[in-house]
């Protein structure tokens, strides 16, 4: 079993950048790939990005490629998701995962609860 917990949302303006991470703890973490999905309220949940157990493959949803980056620390159970140049659109309740490295939020077993980020024109 694997618990997710988020931090980091919260309001910005556009152009801002944010960081939010992921805490994991219970089954190995370094073993585990991790992913991040966003929801917006009345639209399906979205791929952000997902990172490989090693931390040396990435891969990005196209409306986050080129701004935001997800990358690893092993030794602290954490993930972490730089989000830069934000823009309006970015706004929503992002979701770490773990057991994937992959797009489709099906593939995930291990959900945190979700933190709000707001970015503001």
């Known amino acids: 079993q694997v618990q997710l917990l988020e931090s980091g949302g919260g309001s910005v303006q556009a152009g801002d950048s944010l960081r939010v991470s992921c805490v994991a703890s219970?089954?190995?973490?370094?073993?585990?790939?991790m992913g991040w999905f966003r929801q917006a309220p009345g639209m399906e949940r979205e791929f952000v990005g997902t990172?490989?157990?090693?931390?040396?493959?990435?891969m990005y949803g196209n409306a986050v490629k080129g701004r935001f980056t997800i990358s690893r620390d092993t030794a602290e159970g954490t993930v972490t998701l730089q989000m830069n140049n934000l823009r309006p659109e970015d706004t929503a309740v992002y979701y770490c995962?773990?057991?994937?490295?992959?797009?489709?939020?099906?593939?995930?077993?291990?959900w945190g609860q979700g933190t709000q980020v707001t970015v503001s024109s």
């Open positions: 995962a773990a057991g994937a490295f992959a797009s489709t939020p099906d593939t995930y077993p291990y």
């Open positions: 990172i490989n157990w090693s931390g040396l493959n990435t």
């Open positions: 219970g089954r190995t973490f370094r073993s585990i790939p």
